[in-house]
Nanobody, 125 residues
Framework: QVQVVEYGGGLVQTGGSLRLACVVS????????MGWFRQDPGKEREFVAV????????DYEDSVKGRFTISRDNAKNTVYLQMNSLKPEDTADYFC??????????????????WGQGTQVTVSS
């Protein structure tokens, strides 16, 4: 049974930074593309960033480019999302997801097979 667990959410002021971590257990994470998504209550879950299995392909949603960095450590079965220059509009629940497609790096949440429970990020103005 593959499990995905996020860590690192919290409250931060505008302009601050947070680093989210996502740990995968039950399988070797190196087989998966890993994505981060976020969701405000009452809104659809939206793509934030994705990293392919090797880390060689990375994609970001436009509003986070230059501020967020996704990375992975396959030896630790962990993927990270470093979030800098945070804005109030970044406030959301952040979800980590694993895609079993070995060559995948999808923005589509329906391509992902395993999801974490989410971690809350609140950016105060």
């Amino acid at each position: 049974q593959v499990q995905v667990v996020e860590y690192g959410g919290g409250l931060v002021q505008t302009g601050g930074s947070l680093r989210l971590a996502c740990v995968v257990s039950g399988d070797t994470m190196s087989s998966y593309a890993m994505g981060w998504f976020r969701q405000d209550p009452g809104k659809e879950r939206e793509f934030v960033a994705v990293i392919n299995w090797s880390g060689g392909i990375i994609d970001y949603e436009d509003s986070v480019k230059g501020r967020f960095t996704i990375s992975r450590d396959n030896a630790k079965n962990t993927v990270y999302l470093q979030m800098n220059s945070l804005k109030p509009e970044d406030t959301a629940d952040y979800f980590c997801a694993a895609d079993r497609g070995h060559y995948s790096y999808s923005r589509d949440l329906y391509d992902y097979d395993y999801w974490g429970q989410g971690t809350q990020v609140t950016v105060s103005s």
